[in-house]
């Protein structure tokens, strides 16, 4: 193992512990695919929920320790691979191989598994004790990063890479902020997004197999297509309301998620989202088909990220929640509507005040207003549907926005970055011995 002044690392592993349904998986599969397919390492993927993984990687076994899924050796992470260490106290010579007293004895095993080069903890989950063991037993220490969540606050800029290091261990872990300027780590692009989307908006053949894919004939002209993917929200009856109402046909597209109750109960179906309830007309492997005036929507099964990805493309508002599909909406070029995921001390607000106060700068006010009124209303579960007709009103801007936002972000390259500053970390290295 060996990372020099003059190359990136070979190897990766990314540990991902599932938390908030497919956002922190998202994010590290994501990520980890990347990093194999377009910069060539061998990357490792940890796991502790294989389930949550299969729902992106349809093909991915969930009865399998090991796997390689896309290009990826995929593992479950589960306590016997690292078992934990035993106590060793008082610190001494043989017990740690560092300076302090944690560690382990040296005829302690190490697990089997050798450290990569990189080595990312996604969202501060916690490593094994045995793995940050068997990190600091190497000759050439990995680099370890904690990627962080995406946020558009300013002291993001002044907590990127920072170090922080081990309290007993020769190992310095560094904080790797995702974000919107030069002074953070950029964002997840797949290097080919921007041609594909191009293309794809570009071309009716493409879209209609799309659309025909999905089970169902591409929209008539004048219909506003719109992607429905969200947390609990008791805001979306009033949306529904007001969709139906209007005088332009809108087809509102659900994948599979937290909101599909709701959305059932609002057309007077109680079902649960785990055993979908056929409506009478329904053909096999149909999720639901509901229509109230104006108003048509449709159930999708819950779609791998790819796909996903030109969902976002083919409807004219996307309504996303957390932060991956956040980002890819972003990628769409499309106008949106961003729910963030709620925490107890109400400190999302900031990030989402801080986001808009970025993404609609150069805005006119009343576009700005509207963004925000509905933006707020959405997220406060308050009036939606008040804020609903601005918004529309103001989609020709808000488009214009969106498709100029999503090139001044595409420079910055998260993966890119992620891998400099690995190299960076080496060469720093290479001084210091």
């Not at 692009?189 to 004939?217: H, I, P, S, Y």
């Not at 100029?404 to 998260?414: C, G, I, M, S, Y």
Request: hydrophobic share 40%; charged share 25%.
């Amino acid at each position: 193992m060996k990372i020099d002044k003059f190359s990136r690392p070979a190897s990766c592993d990314i540990f991902c512990n599932v938390v908030d349904n497919y956002g922190d998986i998202g994010v590290s599969w994501r990520l980890a695919r990347i990093l194999a397919k377009e910069h060539g390492l061998r990357v490792r993927l940890w796991v502790d929920d294989l389930h949550s993984f299969a729902m992106l990687c349809p093909e991915a076994d969930v009865t399998r320790e090991a796997q390689h899924c896309r290009g990826v050796e995929v593992r479950r992470w589960i306590a016997d691979a690292f078992p934990p260490l035993p106590a060793c106290r008082p610190p001494s010579p043989a017990c740690g191989r560092g300076d302090g007293g944690e560690g382990v004895k040296g005829d302690e095993k190490l697990p089997d598994v050798i450290p990569a080069e990189l080595v990312i903890e996604a969202f501060a989950c916690k490593l094994p004790e045995r793995y940050v063991a068997a990190m600091a037993a190497q000759r050439h220490k990995p680099v370890w990063l904690n990627l962080e969540y995406l946020s558009a606050e300013s002291w993001v800029e002044d907590c990127h890479q920072l170090p922080s290091p081990h309290p007993n261990l020769p190992l310095t872990r560094h904080f790797f902020f995702p974000g919107f300027t030069r002074k953070t780590g950029g964002l997840l692009l797949e290097r080919d997004l921007m041609v594909r989307r191009d293309k794809f908006q570009n071309d009716a053949g493409l879209q209609r197999t799309f659309w025909q894919g999905m089970g169902m004939e591409m929209p008539r002209s004048g219909t506003l297509k719109v992607s429905l993917f969200a947390y609990e929200n008791a805001a979306v009856g009033g949306l529904l309301d007001v969709w139906a109402q209007g005088g332009d046909p809108v087809l509102c597209l659900v994948p599979e998620g937290r909101i599909l109750p709701q959305v059932r109960q609002y057309f007077g179906e109680v079902a649960s989202i785990d055993s979908p309830r056929p409506l009478a007309g329904e053909g096999p492997g149909e999720r639901g088909n509901y229509s109230r005036g104006n108003l048509t929507v449709r159930v999708l099964p819950f779609v791998e990220q790819d796909r996903y990805d030109e969902l976002l493309w083919a409807c004219d508002v996307n309504f996303v929640r957390g932060e991956d599909s956040c980002v890819r909406a972003q990628w769409a070029g499309k106008p949106f509507i961003w729910q963030i995921y709620p925490q107890h001390d109400a400190v999302h607000w900031d990030k989402l005040q801080a986001f808009l106060g970025l993404y609609g700068a150069s805005l006119g006010a009343e576009s700005s207003r509207a963004m925000q009124g509905l933006w707020k209303e959405w997220n406060d579960e308050g009036k939606a549907w008040q804020a609903w007709p601005a918004f529309v009103a103001a989609r020709g801007e808000l488009g214009r926005r969106a498709q100029a936002w999503a090139r001044e972000l595409a420079w910055n390259d998260q993966a890119l970055n992620l891998l400099d500053f690995s190299r960076k970390i080496g060469r720093m290295r290479a001084f210091e011995n």
